[in-house]
C-alpha cells in the first residue's frame, strides 16, 4: 500500500525558505506513471493547490505562488520535496504531500501533513 | 478566494439522504471533470469520489457523484455518524492554470 510522510521542520522565520520533503514508501515514484504534488490547508480554513511534479523533472505550479515555488524529486531516496522562497505568515499552513494521476485529475493517496508556522 | 462554491453547512439525522453542491463556471467544471475529497476531524484529506462518479475502492455506496452544466453534487444516502465530516469539491480552472478546491462544506449528523 503506498504511503507518503512529510518531514521538515515545524518552524520558518518571516522572509526565509520553507523546505519540506515527501518520502514515498510502499512504490518508486520513478515507476509509477504518476504526478506528485503538494497542497497545503492554512489552519481552520480551504484547500489550496501549489504545484505537481513527473518523475522527469517537468513540474506546474499554481500561478499565485509559482514566482516563489520549486518542487524537485530524488528518486534514489524515492522523496520529492518543496520549497517556498519568502514567506510570511499567510504562509502558516498545514502541508500535505500527494500523488496526482495525471495534471489536473484527482489526488490519492495524502500524506498526513505537516503544519508549518511562520514566526520570528 | 475560491471560485468554487459550496454551502458552508448541511446537517441530517441517521439515515436521511444528504446533498451538497458544487458550483462553478465554464472554465472549470463545466470543462473538466469533479472529483471531490472527505477530511474527518483532525486527518488528511481522502479522496471520495473522483471524474464526476467514481468511487474509490473502499468508499461505500452511500456516496455518490454526479455533475450537470457548471453544477456538480456529492449526495449521501444513509447518513451516519462516521459522516461528519468537511466535504471539498475540486476540477482543474482551465482559465487559472491551477487545480482548484471548492469553499469546504461541513456535514453534521444531528
Known amino acids: 500500500q503506498l504511503q507518503l510522510q512529510e518531514s521538515g521542520p515545524g518552524l520558518v522565520k518571516p522572509s526565509e525558505t520553507l523546505s519540506l520533503t515527501c518520502t514515498v514508501s510502499?512504490?518508486?515514484?520513478?515507476?509509477?506513471?504518476?504526478?506528485w504534488g503538494w497542497i497545503r490547508q492554512p489552519p481552520g480554513k480551504g484547500l489550496e493547490w501549489i504545484g505537481s511534479?513527473?518523475?522527469?523533472?517537468?513540474?506546474y505550479y499554481n500561478p499565485s505562488l509559482k514566482s516563489r515555488v520549486t518542487i524537485s524529486v530524488d528518486m534514489s531516496k524515492n522523496q520529492f520535496s518543496l520549497k517556498l522562497s519568502s514567506v510570511t505568515a499567510a504562509d502558516t499552513a498545514v502541508y500535505y504531500c500527494?500523488?496526482?494521476?495525471?495534471?489536473?485529475?484527482?489526488?490519492?493517496?495524502w500524506g498526513q501533513g505537516a503544519l508549518v508556522a511562520v514566526s520570528s | 478566494q475560491s471560485v468554487l462554491t459550496q454551502p458552508p453547512s448541511a446537517s441530517g439525522t441517521p439515515g436521511q439522504r444528504v446533498t451538497i453542491s458544487c458550483s462553478g463556471s465554464?472554465?472549470?467544471?463545466?470543462?473538466?471533470?469533479v472529483n471531490w475529497y472527505q477530511q474527518l476531524p483532525g486527518t488528511a484529506p481522502k479522496l471520495l469520489i473522483y471524474?464526476?462518479?467514481q468511487r474509490p475502492s473502499g468508499v461505500p455506496d452511500r456516496f455518490s457523484g454526479s455533475k450537470s452544466g457548471t453544477s456538480a453534487s456529492l449526495a449521501i444516502s444513509g447518513l451516519q455518524s462516521e459522516d461528519e465530516a468537511d466535504y471539498y469539491c475540486?476540477?482543474?480552472?482551465?482559465?487559472?492554470?491551477?487545480?482548484?478546491f471548492g469553499t469546504g462544506t461541513k456535514v453534521t449528523v444531528l
Open positions: 500527494v500523488r496526482e494521476k495525471d495534471p489536473g485529475d484527482w489526488f490519492d493517496p
Open positions: 510502499g512504490g518508486s515514484i520513478s515507476s509509477s506513471g504518476y504526478y
Open positions: 511534479m513527473y518523475s522527469s523533472g517537468s513540474t
Open positions: 465554464t472554465s472549470n467544471i463545466g470543462s473538466n471533470t
Open positions: 471524474s464526476n462518479n
Open positions: 475540486a476540477s482543474w480552472d482551465d482559465s487559472l492554470n491551477a487545480y482548484v
